[in-house]
Nanobody
Framework: VQLQASGGGLVQAGGSLRLSCTAS????????MGWFRQAPGKTRELVAG????????YYADSVKGRFTISRDNAKNTVYLQMNSLKPVDTAIYYC?????????????????????WGQGTQVTVSS
């Protein structure tokens, strides 16, 4: 499975961006998906996650009410809609996928449980 993330860029505070992550090589409809971010000098953190069919979603407290994760299994794509962006949201954003037959799953917030990672896309929010 290869993950291709896109949609990052430079935006002013209060603006919006939509990130996309398209998987190729395998149908990922039964994979757990996550969006993580890593700012300079900080550890990688889960921003939003979605389990299997999409019935369960998880968000970092800092983005609740502003970010929304969704998926389109027909397109093998997961999205992260980011609204009301703040300068503290500036980071490299990574999408990740967990194969139910892959790594040991520790829950959506633990990066080591994910089997595949995209290359990252830079999001910069100016004040």
């Amino acid at each position: 499975v290869q993950l291709q993330a896109s949609g990052g860029g430079l935006v002013q505070a209060g603006g919006s961006l939509r990130l996309s992550c398209t998987a190729s090589g395998r149908t990922f409809s039964n994979y757990a998906m996550g969006w993580f971010r890593q700012a300079p000098g900080k550890t990688r953190e889960l921003v939003a996650g979605m389990i299997w069919s999409g019935s369960s979603t998880y968000y970092a407290d800092s983005v609740k009410g502003r970010f929304t994760i969704s998926r389109d299994n027909a397109k093998n794509t997961v999205y992260l809609q980011m609204n009301s962006l703040k300068p503290v949201d500036t980071a490299i954003y990574y999408c990740a996928a967990h194969d139910p037959h892959g790594n040991t799953w520790y829950g959506p917030r633990v990066p080591t449980g994910y089997d595949y990672w995209g290359q990252g896309t830079q999001v910069t929010v100016s004040s």
